[in-house]
Antibody, heavy 121, light 109 residues
Framework: QVQLVESGGGVVQPGRSLRLSCAASRFTFSHYAMHWVRQAPGKGLEWVALIWYDGSNKYYADSVKGRFTISRDNSKDTVYLQMNSLRAEDTAVYYCARDHNGDGYSYMDVWGKGTTVTVSS | EIVLTQSPGTLSLSPGETATLSCRAS???????LAWYQQKPGQAPRLLMY???SRATGIPDRFSGSGSGTDFTLTISRLEPEDFAVYYC??????????FGQGTKLEIK
């Protein structure tokens, strides 16, 4: 069935960088917008970033704007999240999620299992 | 920017009972673009409802959504043990940011 698999999480020191990947399978990846959503330990869901189906538009939460970059490679069915200047408050499980539409205006109908990022010295 | 407030924070019920979860928006949500997600411990969220009242694929009809404008409700009838989880509402159908409510934890009484 339709699947999203995140990777790239780990433990990183404050101020350093990390790149997350999310590999899609069993659907036409290039037709859909993709989101990253995170969840800090014991907290609720926080939307992080969105990229349109063709990569032409990208949006970010204020909390990560200027530090995180979302991108995609439709030839590899993969979406990425480049995270720079990491802070302790970025510690979370990061989920990628498929938007039901190509422009990101719809609901998130498929979710990956998440990858854990811990920012600590 | 819309703020979504869910209530109650925690709801304690027994299997077989009916759960009523509320999501209130700080401004009207056009075309009822409101989704609900379920999250069990250690798992990713799962889409339950969209468009306020449409069930996602595979969601049993014990789950129903209603509401319009600023007030929305998720009702779970005949609670099953697997229904005890955290539920989040989220607005869709407009440009980002995408806002989630803070969640309602449905726990076994």
């Amino acid at each position: 069935q339709v699947q999203l698999v995140e990777s790239g999480g780990g433990v990183v020191q404050p101020g350093r960088s990390l790149r997350l990947s999310c590999a899609a399978s069993r659907f036409t990846f290039s037709h859909y917008a993709m989101h990253w959503v995170r969840q800090a330990p014991g907290k609720g869901l926080e939307w992080v970033a969105l990229i349109w189906y063709d990569g032409s538009n990208k949006y970010y939460a204020d909390s990560v704007k200027g530090r995180f970059t979302i991108s995609r490679d439709n030839s590899k069915d993969t979406v990425y999240l480049q995270m720079n200047s990491l802070r302790a408050e970025d510690t979370a499980v990061y989920y990628c999620a498929r938007d039901h539409n190509g422009d990101g205006y719809s609901y998130m109908d498929v979710w990956g299992k998440g990858t854990t990022v811990t920012v600590s010295s | 920017e819309i703020v979504l407030t869910q209530s109650p924070g925690t709801l304690s019920l027994s299997p077989g009972e009916t759960a009523t979860l509320s999501c209130r928006a700080s401004q009207s949500i056009s075309s009822n673009y409101l989704a609900w997600y379920q999250q069990k411990p250690g798992q990713a969220p799962r889409l339950l409802m969209y468009g306020a009242s449409s069930r996602a694929t595979g969601i049993p009809d014990r789950f129903s959504g209603s509401g319009s404008g600023t007030d929305f409700t998720l009702t779970i009838s005949r609670l099953e043990p697997e229904d005890f989880a955290v539920y989040y509402c989220q607005q869709h159908g407009r440009s980002p940011p995408r806002i989630f409510g803070q969640g309602t934890k449905l726990e076994i009484k």
